[in-house]
Every structure is written in C-alpha cells, then in structure tokens.
C-alpha cells in the first residue's frame, strides 16, 4: 500500500512559477513510475507528466513541454513538478500517482495509487 500527499499548491499570476511535491509513504518507492495529472471542472483528468524510477525517462503533455520539469528524490520519496510561466489554462486539481512499472505510461486507468489533489489557480 502507497500513500500519497501533495503539497504546493496555490493562486499565482500568470507568467508565475509552482513547484508541487508529492511524498509517498512505505517503502519501495523508487520501484513505482510517479506522474502527475489534472483536472479542470467540467473535464477529464488529464497527464501531464511522469518520470520512471531512476529519473532516467521523463514524458510531458505537449501542452507543458518547455515549462514543467518533473524530478524525483527517491532517498526522500517525492516527486515534484516545477511549474514556469504558468497561464490560466493550467488552472487544475494536480494529482500524483503511482504504478508499479518501469516504464511511463500515460492512461489515469493504469495507475495503482492517486493523492488527494492540490488545487493550482492561475489568474489573468
């Protein structure tokens, strides 16, 4: 069983940098694939970024790429999201999961384990 919480969250302005963490509780966690998703009212849940075990394969929604860096510390089990020139569509619920798999895979339905979710909110 895997735990997780986010942290981070916030109102900014757009052109404004977030940086959330998610910790992970138990061990083995530099065994599990993290990612993180969003969801807007009224829409799916969406992926936004992940990373593998050892950091060594990162993915991005290309609506992200260029201004998120996803990265992980396994010795302090957490992942974070660095979030540069934010814009008002990134406005979202963030959620981290967890898969157990040494790839990156991008289906919410794939995931093992999801935190409770931080709210980001982007002002014009």
């Known amino acids: 069983q895997v735990q997780l919480v986010e942290s981070g969250g916030g109102l900014v302005q757009a052109g404004e940098s977030l940086r959330l963490s998610c910790t992970a509780s138990?061990?083995?966690?530099?065994?599990?694939?993290m990612s993180w998703f969003r969801q807007a009212p009224g829409e799916e849940r969406k992926f936004v970024a992940g990373?593998?075990?050892?950091?060594?394969?990162?993915l991005y929604a290309d609506s992200v790429k260029g201004r998120f860096t996803i990265s992980r510390d396994n010795a302090k089990n957490t992942v974070y999201l660095q979030m540069n020139r934010l814009k008002p569509e990134d406005t979202a619920v963030y959620y981290c999961?967890?898969?157990?798999?040494?790839?990156?895979?991008?289906?919410?339905?794939?995931?093992?384990?999801w935190g409770q979710g931080t709210q980001v909110t982007v002002s014009s």
């Open positions: 990373i593998n075990w050892n950091g060594g394969t990162t």
């Open positions: 138990g061990r083995s966690f530099s065994s599990y694939t």
């Open positions: 999961a967890a898969l157990l798999s040494i790839v990156v895979v991008t289906g919410t339905v794939d995931y093992d384990y």
